[in-house]
C-alpha cells in the first residue's frame, strides 16, 4: 500500500523519483490514470496551501473529487475518524489524504484501510509532502543537497515542518543546524542537529528557512512580544543583508508578516515563499501518482471488490 505518512516511510531514492516526477508535471508532461478514479480531502484542521494545492494537483491528473467537509458529514454526529475514512473506501474512494490534530492519527487506521492515505499534516508530528515540496525548491536551486547548509528558525518544538525537513535533509547530505528561543529547540524533535545562535546561523547557511511560531499549539506564554521575537529570532532587514549572496530564504507559510521574517522580505529576490507553493502542486502531483499507480494490474479498491 503506498501510503505517505512520515517522510521517513521514503527511501533516499523514492524521494528522488518523487521529485524526478514533479519535474516532468513541471515540465507539463502528463500522466493520468486510465480510469475513473476518486480521491477524498479530509482536513480535520485549517489549511489553504495544502488543502488547494491538493485539489488542484488532482483535478489536473483528471481525478474525481469527493467534496468533503467536516462540519457538514457525519463527523459532527460523533462519527470516528476509523469509520469516515472506511465508509469513503466502501463507496469507492480510490485515496484519501488527511489533515488531522491528532499526532500519528493514521496510527488507528494502517493495516484496517485499503485504500492510500496520504499525510497531509498530523499534529506536531510530520507534514511530508511539505517536506517534498521543499527539497524540489532547493533541488532547483542548487541542483543537490550535498554540502548544503539548511539553517531551520523559528518554533522548532512544535513543527512537523522540522521533524520532516530534518529527517529528509540529512538523509540527502545537507548539513540541518537549528535556531531561534532555546527553549523552543527539542533534541527528540530534531536528532542529529545542532543549535547555533540566529546571526551566525542566517550569515553562514545556503538555505534560511523560517517556521511560524504556532501559536495555536502551545498558547501564548508570554515569553515574547511581536516585537522582541522579530529583534531577537526573526529575519530582519539587518540580518538579510548579512546572507551569502548565493543563499535563498524558505518559510511553509502561513508567514507572520515582521515576526519570523521582515514584511518586506517575504517577497525580495532571495525568497522562495511563493515558488514553494507553486511546486507544492507538482509535489503533490507526483506524490498521487505513487499512491495511485496500479500495482499487481489492479488498483487496490477494485482488487477489494473484486475479493
Ligand atoms: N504550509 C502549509 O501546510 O500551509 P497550510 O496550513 O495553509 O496548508
Known sequence: MNHLLTSSDLSCNEILTILEDAKDFQD??????DRQMFVANLFFEPSTRTKCSFEVAERKLGLSIIPFETNTSSVVKGETLYDTVKTLESI???????????????DELVGKINIPIINGGDGCGHHPTQSLLDLFTIQQQFGTFKGLKVAIIGDIKHSRVARSNADTLIRLGAEVVFSGPENWFDKEVVKDCSYEPIDHAVATSDVVMLLRIQHERHGDDGTFTVENYHHKYGLTVEREKNMKPTSIIMHPAPVNRNVEIADELVECEKSRIFKQMENGVYIRMAVLKRALEIKG???????????
Open 92 to 106: 469507492g474512494v480510490n485515496a484519501i489524504v488527511i489533515r488531522h490534530e491528532k499526532e500519528s492519527y493514521y
Open 297 to 307: 494490474g489492479w488498483l487496490q479498491n477494485d482488487h477489494q471488490k473484486r475479493k
Open 28 to 33: 507539463r508532461k502528463e500522466w493520468k490514470p
